[in-house]
């Protein structure tokens, strides 16, 4: 009896296997086309960030004017996309912005400075890794996700990226707890940044684990047979 129900669930699993097949392939040449939209905007927004950290801030008071500025420009860029880009995006400007603060807070960090920058320039771009990564999640449809289960490439992907950035935490905290020529309210803003940008990792750790257990009826059968025997 076992056998059969097996058997009549494999017929009926195939019968649908090609409509989702199908969405899938919508679904990745969709994703292609708004990935080469969002490309270029971001390339655009890329070039703007680097002009404006440019003017390093003079004190606290206006690194914090600056990090605030950046959090409504990046707030009015979302208004414009859509979908999955706009979910992705609103979930990691939180980073992008704290990231954004740093650059801009080279001189008050005295001496170590330019390390807090090159750390910051590498978690900025990890974050266009992890923003295209959820995006194919979130592209994922309710069907596809159903067989096929989770976007397991984009998960490892994201966790690979956030276990960088976790070492890379770790080298701020550090490098704020040598910074003897920084002020208190410097050390505490660098800090802020700081646990922002670890925040969104714990988030972005939290989406792959479940993306990955998100295994779609195709793997529920691989689990049966294995078990099966």
Known sequence: MKKIIISSLVVMVFAVAGVAANAQGLQQQTGEQTKNAGEDQQIRVEEQ?????????????????????????????VQSMKGAEKEAYENQNQVRSAVFGLLAMEELAGGIGQEISQIAREINNSVQATLSAEEKIRERSALVRLFMGGEREAAQEIKQEVSQNQERIQELKQLREDCGDCSEEARALIMEQIQNIEQEQERLQQLAEEEEGSVGVFGWFR???RFGR
């Open 49 to 77: 960030v680097q002009a404006e950290v440019q003017q390093k801030a003079g004190n606290v008071t206006e690194a914090r004017e600056v990090i605030q500025q950046r959090v409504q420009q990046l707030e009015g860029e």
């Open 223 to 225: 689990n049966l047979f």
